[in-house]
């Protein structure tokens, strides 16, 4: 068999590109999570300014670390690894340079418009309907990209890193096109497609995933390449890489629902997320051993090889927070652990030592190569991983604490039967945790510093090779099987459209089993005739709770547990929901439950409170809201929302959209009145009066008397209380 | 690179010891450190911390001597996953710790004077400072070559010609094949270099898999085929009734059971009492005074909202008059304690505060069976 080499260059211009990004925006995102965990310990660094509230920069914390930083970490890797393992160059320059341009412009959008106040109100997925379409479109461009190297590789063989970027690819564009369904309202303004138990189902099957696929797979993919590359060590086991992968890319899509254990989600739907959470254990554990015993006869270069180090940190956070995982979705564990900050404090061993630490290993090791050099200084490098290390630790150990201290301080009654804590206590008691988390984050961020000046150092002392000649023959036209490739596997190794397609089924199967039935099966959510739609101004406070982010402190969820309905009130049911587009349940109590808030206190308490938290709970962490005092309501916008809602399904009368305006100014005036009475003068036509009257509204539909119920069936009358 | 790794256990140690005094005990931090058994608890647990940084000082020097032992020989080690270990010690060491403590944060009993989640907490954190030492020790052991690992290993490295290697027990669990012999199941791939093994997949491994499968099952079929564990709403009937029956119990062997139709006038300590559950719950729209703000009506006037007599406060304070924005209190406060802050609410009639609101309700004349001097100003 003659073979010709032919020669070819691989590129590494982008590369260095998305490598540059990555740690920018690395940067960026975990200076804006210091921001925003010092808040919590000192409200005095909201600076009363809107874009600056913890309700705005923690979407922009979450989504910059997320897409921003790991999202061009996977592209740096991708592009760097993807090229060799296929022995070709990339597909198309021109497709790269779209990609990393249109991925940045995305994520600046993002930036912009999220402290604007423009978001879904959907946890990692807050951003608008047009930049919804634009990622939509840069990941075609992507896949195009990925797939156009992968048809014109000179491998013939798909190495399991490939596998994972493909299962990658093709999961999370379902994810985003699912989730991201929506009635646009105006340019920057939309309304979910879905409501109250359906959109919670669909988001935290993309919430879940997006973990599962966006912070998971690609880095299973990069370390497949990178740890072998590194240690110089075969991979341990190619059979235990293909049925931990099968494994678990079709289990981890059944996992969703254990993000809402205990809500009004059906029984069943909170069942199959807990069983298939614990079958997830082993599938992710296969991950971590093939990778760590990958290193077997290795571990002297681990001691003197910071990389290596990275690599095995990042392993074993891997490891624990696919352990942890699970186990926070038995339901007892998850009963103390949910809206705490014990979940915080996992998704960070998660984030700061997997995705972070993997990171840092991979631009370690490929910066120094792609410009010809060697590391700037290998001791700084291992300075940076102790650093790091240790500031996981002081990251995660004080919210582990306060989480488990402010569950049980919820859960604990006096013998008498009541309540032994009021919730204030409950946060007051914490914040020396908070305080100590935002030093263990500031020891993480002073490592990434430091890897910006070894980075910066080594850079300067060489130069891109910007095209790396490399050689290969051809793929043959005739494949001739040898012992290597005989396992039954080896098959779709050859064929990646299979491969695509079988991944994309694999992948379906769960999340169709789960929201499927959800949506057609009646029972599953039961109607309630009490709850009706939003009136005008309602809606319109509700848009403005949205807009500030409160679903990021706040939850709209009481569970049935004895001390949440002594705390807040009847339980929350399924039928409750049914007109909010979108769900605002939320993920994280740092304030407490809303969802029964409404008639609880007075309007003039909503006003003062907003204006100042601790003028009526002393202690308060929330941050002010001024500005909703001397904002006005946008009148003009509310015909377009009631038309929306109208198509979402909402039961607004025919023509009411021109009605909704003289219904919200009658309410709005009424809250005015009554507040004038309390001695607050304020004009009826600012944001606090809208706010008010959906605070007021919160789940009182069903705490109303037959009487009030018989009179709201006309939604013209205003719901306010009597 | 090893002091970093030093200063961080120590660190660490340090922050762990720090956390109880900031958080739980903050207000009563003196009754706790004069208790003896919690000087006893926190002498061992700073000399114990002493022992771990000598014990480190001489780690240090003996892992320099190691390191150049392993240079010579250039033979595969296994001294990370001891350093890993550590690690791993540290992070679940300090969440055991954490939970171990938490777990009573109400402290209703003591052990010694000593509340427990004290005492929990500094024999959490010598638990973990002699975990720390044990992990320190026999890395030493090891790095000392005292260790028999090590000795084997030598031996093996010495007469590997004549005798097979024996692996270690983790290597043996995972059926997997010596380095030595590895090129025999090498699949000759060439991904960038990159070759694979074709190790078996662990049995262990497909074990446990198996079991979460079975666990899945018997999971679905107990609570959605045969209903042997209860659901969610289920869950919480159990709980209500268990909560109302422990509640029921208690109160009625206590005298706290009080209510709206048996509360009476008290004294000075149960107002003094009442005073604290005032300052604590109801200044923020009552005022400090009890003179009322833009929120609450002034509670120091003769007029009502809701009737002045203790039966009609009580019950306000009770129930609440949630569409005038009076909360209940019913589940935060207990009788008692609603019978005392009532009291005290009662006691501040007539007392003029500074900038009190204007009257609101009806003007509440005090009855036959009020306090002698409050009909003698009435009757004025």
Known sequence: MSEQLEKFYYDNKIVKAFAYATIFWGVVGMLVGLLIA??????????????????????????????????????????????????????????????????QTIIVAAAVTLLAGYTTGKEYAELEWPIDIAITLIWVVLGINLFGTILKRRERHLYVAIWFFIGTWVTVAMLHIVNSFEMPVHFMKSYSWYAGVQDALVQWWYGHNAVAFFLTTPYLGLMYYFIPKAANRPVYSYRWSIIHFWALIFIYIWAGPHHLLYTSLPDWAQSLGTVFSIMLIL??????????????????????????????????????????????????????????????????????????????????????????????????????????????????????????????????????????????????????????????????????????????????????????????????????PTAGNSHWHSWIERRPIQMLVFSLIVVAIGGAI??????????????????KPYTPLELE?????????????????????????????????????????????????????????????????????????????????????????????????????????????????????????????????????????DKIKTAPNKEIIAMIAYLQRLGTDIKAKPANAAAKADVNAVTQQP | MRWAGKVSVATVLFFTMLLPVQSFAAPKVQDAMSNPLAQVLVAIAFLLLLCIALLGYVLNGAAEVYRQKLKNQSSGGQVMPSVIAVVLLLLLGGNAVAQEAATPPAVAETISGLSYTAFYLLVGVIVFEILVIMAMVIQLRYLAGIGSAAKEKVMAVETAVVKK?????????????????????????????????????????????????????????????????????????????????????????????????????????????????????????????????????????????????????FKTVKYGWPEK??????????????????????SLVGTNPANAKEPQGELFEAKADAPAIDSAAAGK
């Open chain 2, 325 to 346: 924005g009076m909360q209940s209190w019913k589940e935060t406060l207990s009788p008692v304690k609603i019978a005392q802050v009532s009291n005290y609410v009662l």
């Open chain 2, 165 to 313: 290697p024996k692996a270690n027990w983790w290597w043996r669990i995972n059926n997997a094949v010596s380095l030595e012999r590895e090129k025999e199941i090498d699949l000759s791939h060439d991904y960038d270099g990159i070759s694979e093994l074709d190790n078996k997949v662990p049995p262990w491994w497909l074990l446990a898999f198996g079991m979460s499968v079975l666990f899945g099952v018997v999971y679905l079929y107990r609570y959605h085929v045969v209903h042997s564990a209860p659901l969610q709403i289920e869950e919480l009937e159990l709980a209500l009734k268990k909560g109302e029956e422990q509640r029921t119990a208690y109160l009625a062997q206590s005298a706290g059971n009080v209510d709206e139709t048996s509360v009476t006038l008290m004294d000075g300590a149960a107002i003094a009492a009442g005073k604290s559950i005032y300052d604590a719950n109801c200044v923020a729209c009552h005022g400090s005074a009890g003179e009322g703000n833009a929120v609450g009506p002034n509670l120091t006037d003769k007029y009502w909202l809701h009737g002045g007599d203790i039966k009609d406060i």
């Open chain 1, 38 to 103: 010092f808040q919590l310990a000192f409200p005095i660094f909201n600076f009363d300014f809107a874009p600056t509230t913890f309700g705005r920069a923690r979407p922009v914390h979450t989504n910059a670390v997320i897409f921003a930083f790991v999202g061009n970490g996977i592209f740096m890797g991708v592009y760097y690894s993807l090229q060799r393992l296929c022995k070709t160059r990339m597909f198309s320059d021109r497709l790269g340079w779209i990609h990393f341009w249109g991925w």
């Open chain 1, 541 to 677: 406070g509700r848009d403005i709770y949205i807009r500030e982010g409160c679903y990021t402190c706040h939850s709209q969820m009481v569970r049935p547990f004895r001390d949440e309905v002594a705390r807040y009130g009847d339980y929350s049911k399924a039928g409750e929901f049914v007109y909010d587009h979108p769900f605002q349940w939320g993920s994280k109590r740092t304030g407490p439950d809303l969802h029964r808030l409404g008639g609880k206190y007075p309007d003039s308490w909503h006003y003062n409170h907003m204006l100042q938290p601790t003028l009526m709970s002393p202690g308060s962490i929330m941050p002010n809201y001024p500005w909703l005092l001397d904002d006005d309501i946008d009148t003009d916008i509310i015909p377009a929302k009631i038309r929306a809602m109208q198509k979402l399904g909402v039961p607004y009368p025919e023509g009411y959209d021109q009605k909704a305006n003289d219904d919200l100014l009658k309410q709005a005036g009424e809250i005015a009145a009554r507040l004038e009475k």
């Open chain 1, 514 to 531: 789960e929201l499927i039935p959800t949506f057609l099966i009646k029972s599953n959510i039961p109607t309630i005739a009490a709850v």
């Open chain 1, 283 to 480: 599938p992710s554990w296969g991950g971590m051993l093939n990778g760590l015993m990958t290193l077997r006869g290795a571990w002297d270069k681990v001691r003197e090889d910071p990389i290596l180090k990275f690599f095995v940190v990042a392993l074993t956070c891997y490891g624990m927070s696919t352990f942890e995982g699970p186990m926070l979705s038995l339901k007892n564990v998850n009963a103390i652990s949910h809206f705490t900050d014990w979940t915080i404090a996992h998704v960070h061993v998660g984030a700061l030592g997997w995705n972070g630490f993997l990171t840092f290993g991979a631009i370690y090791w490929l910066i120094p190569r792609i410009f010809q050099t060697t590391l700037y200084s290998k001791k700084m490098a291992a300075n940076h991983f102790w650093i790091g290390t240790l500031g996981i630790i002081l990251y995660a150990v004080p919210l582990y604490w306060a989480g488990f201290t402010q569950a049980l301080m919820w859960k604990e009654f006096t013998a008498d039967g009541t309540l032994k804590y009021q919730f204030l206590q409950t946060v007051t008691n914490i914040l020396p945790m908070y305080t100590l988390r935002g030093v263990g984050g500031l020891l993480y961020f002073v490592g990434v510093i430091m890897m910006v000046y070894n980075i910066w150092k080594t850079v300067a002392s060489g130069k891109l090779l910007v095209n790396e000649a490399a050689e290969a023959p051809a793929l043959a036209k005739v494949f001739v």
